[in-house]
Every structure is written in C-alpha cells, then in structure tokens.
T-cell receptor
C-alpha cells in the first residue's frame, strides 16, 4: 500500500518557485511528513520534515494542509542544481524505516 | 567528519561469488540501514540496525546478511551473487530519535 501519491514528473523554470504536491490521505495522527531528494547517481538527501505546522529551512518550505491529507514542498527559487527526484515519505517518529516510492522527477530548465 | 562512507564505489561479480559491501559512519549514529535501488525505481530497505549487536530484516532481505559489531560499521554481505542483485546499494545512518537520515554515495554492483 502506497502511503503517498506524487505526480511522476514536473518542469520548473530557473529562478521561479517550484511547488511539489504530495497526497497522503491515510496519514495517521502520529505520522510525520518527510521530504528527500536524489540528484542523479547520488545518495538521497534530507530536505525537511513536519507534523502539522508549516516548516521552513534554508532549502525549502513545507506546507501541510489543516486536515494533513496533503502537503506541498516549495523550492523558493529553483536552480539547475535542484533537478532531482523528490520523495515524499510519511512515517512515525520511532519507525526507523524509510519507505521510498517512485517520487517526482523535477527538471529545472534555464 | 566524513559522514557515511561506502566502499567500493563500483564492483563487478560473477554469479555465485560472495563479497562484502562496506559502510562506515563517523557521526556516532545508532541507526544504520541498507537499501537497494533498481533502475527507475525508489529505494527498498534490505536490512537495518538500531544499535551495535542488533539487526533486523527490511523489505527485501533474501540473499543478504548483515552484522553490527561496532557503532561505526555496518557491512552488507552477498552470500552467492545472482544477476537479480545487480543494483545500486545505499547505506544510511541517523540518530535514533532524529530521523534525518544521511546517505552514502552508493555502491554500483553488477553481477554477470
């Protein structure tokens, strides 16, 4: 059972904001939303995570809807180096396992 | 502080051979894990460990063994390599209560 649903691909113009949606309609109250990305041929890289409040760090912002059934990762000013596969993952904090789906392939174009 | 280091980066094996993929971390992380990634797919968990002396199976453990004798090291052993084990292998580590995982750069394994 897939816990998250993401679009398979999306394009973004360099310098513009990239908004990556994720649907997690069956999320439980104690499950967090995590985002990772994988640049070609490299190991995955942690981006951000949240429970119910919106979160922001130096890489991105995470917007979680009030019912927690969906979220959006925002890359505020996409660069060519942001071209990668982005994974949305839900998990409880004490569950060490990361379940990766197919993710969204984001291509940033000049 | 090197993070998570995997060796080798590339390896070609013949069917039936055995080998060990090495993973070491210098962040004193309790949790370590191994994933495999096949072309065009997401990562799948092979084995994981929540501390020295403790290991458990993940989603696709068959054909692989692990041990965790120290906090720093978590080697993955292929007992008898098969072409189906051709993949990219990633090792990851994290603190037990902080699930921000750090990944190594991967080992690209080809079994012929």
């Amino acid at each position: 059972d897939a816990k998250t649903t993401q679009p398979p691909s999306m394009d973004c113009a360099e310098g513009r904001a990239a908004n990556l949606p994720c649907n997690h309609s069956t999320i439980s109250g104690n499950e967090y939303v995590y985002w990772y990305r994988q640049i070609h041929s490299q190991g995955p890289q942690y981006i951000i995570h949240g429970l119910k409040n919106n979160e922001t760090n130096e890489m991105a912002s995470l917007i979680i809807t009030e019912d927690r059934k969906s979220s959006t990762l925002i890359l505020p000013h996409a660069t060519l180096r942001d071209t990668a596969v982005y994974y949305c993952i839900v998990r409880v904090q004490n569950d060490y396992k990361l379940s990766f789906g197919a993710g969204t392939t984001v291509t940033v174009r000049a | 502080n090197a993070g998570v280091t995997q060796t080798p980066k590339f390896q070609v094996l013949k069917t039936g051979q055995s080998m060990t993929l090495q993973c070491a971390q210098d962040m004193n992380h309790e949790y370590m894990s191994w994933y495999r990634q096949d072309p065009g797919m997401g990562l799948r968990l092979i084995h994981y460990s929540v501390g020295a002396g403790i290991t458990d199976q993940g989603e696709v453990p068959n054909g692989y063994n692990v041990s965790r004798s120290t906090t720093e090291d978590f080697p993955l052993r292929l007992l008898s390599a098969a072409p189906s084990q051709t993949s990219v292998y990633f090792c990851a580590s994290s603190y037990s209560q902080d699930l921000k995982a750090f990944f190594g750069q991967g080992t690209r394994l080809t079994v012929v």
